[in-house]
């Protein structure tokens, strides 16, 4: 039996990226998947067809996930659509890379609504609706923890939000059977984050192993802390980072 047959997954910003192989793989685990995006509702309905074309079940919901109503709503979507939710996985989030003394309330707001109001908003949603067994995951970051390089200082900071926010949450749905961790990647070879480039030389260099991570390794992390082997885990940071915070 597949190792998540019967359950039911939400993956926020799943239409490309790290959260799109996270949707891909969970479905590939058995789970029913439902992903949000915000703008590209191609990209989002072209996941959602090859998991399907897999024999597997998913949904595409448009929900910004620094709009509160709308995050509400794709949880509610979710579990009228599939009748529960088991797994939600917060990985939609944004960096604004420049100079801190360059960088614009604006572009700030939207990095903090995003990376640590939207993550506050659907985690409570998704709650009133987990039962034992429930799994919250974080897709946080590495440098939430140590910061390998300039530019990336309210980034940084809503990642280290996202560190606590799940160790603090830890704490309080332990009692029900739900687990709450934190999946950190490294440099990861997407859209946000390409593996070429002069942004990229100093990222590829900090790895131990002088290399990219590619979406699949995160999407592996995330698989094992959704399944039932991970039942001890919660409160947890798992750095997937080719070792660059060793
Ligand atoms: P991408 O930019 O490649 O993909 C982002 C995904 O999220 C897309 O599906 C996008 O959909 C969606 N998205 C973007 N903004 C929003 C929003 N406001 N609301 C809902 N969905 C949104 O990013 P990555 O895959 O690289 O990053 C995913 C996560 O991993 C982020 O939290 C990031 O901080 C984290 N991370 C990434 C690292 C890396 O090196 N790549 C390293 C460490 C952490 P659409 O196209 O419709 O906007």
């Known amino acids: 039996m597949s190792k998540l047959a019967k359950k039911v997954a939400l993956v926020t910003g799943g239409s490309r990226g790290i959260g799109a192989a996270i949707a891909k793989r969970l479905a590939a685990d058995g789970a029913s998947v439902a992903i949000t995006y915000a703008k590209d509702a191609s990209a989002a309905s072209a996941v959602v067809r090859a ?21 509400k709503g794709a949880v509610e979507k979710a579990v009228s659509t599939f009748g529960r939710l088991d797994v939600l996985v917060n990985n939609a989030g944004t960096a604004i890379p420049k100079p801190f003394e360059e960088a614009t309330q604006e572009e700030m707001d939207r990095v903090i609504d995003i990376n640590v109001r939207g993550v506050f908003a659907t985690t409570q949603a998704a709650l009133k609706h987990m039962k034992e067994g429930g799994r919250i995951i974080m897709v946080g970051s590495a440098v939430g923890e140590r910061a390998v390089a300039p530019g990336l200082v309210p980034y940084a900071a809503t990642k280290g939000a996202v560190k606590m926010f799940t160790q603090a949450l830890s704490r ?62 919660t409160g947890a940071n798992l750095t997937v980072d080719g070792g660059m915070n060793a």
Do not use: H
């Not at 998991?51 to 595409?60: D, N, S, V, Y």
């Open 51 to 71: 998991i399907e074309l897999g024999g597997g079940k998913a949904i595409a919901i448009q929900a910004d996930a620094a709009n509160v109503e709308a995050v």
């Open 172 to 233: 309080e749905v332990g009692s029900r059977g739900i687990t709450v961790n934190n999946v950190q990647p490294g440099p990861i070879d997407t859209d946000l984050n390409p593996a070429s480039g002069d942004w990229a030389i100093p990222q590829k260099a900090a790895t131990a192993l002088d290399r990219y991570g590619r979406v699949e390794e995160i999407a592996a992390m995330v698989a094992f802390v959704a399944g039932a082997e991970s039942s001890y885990i």
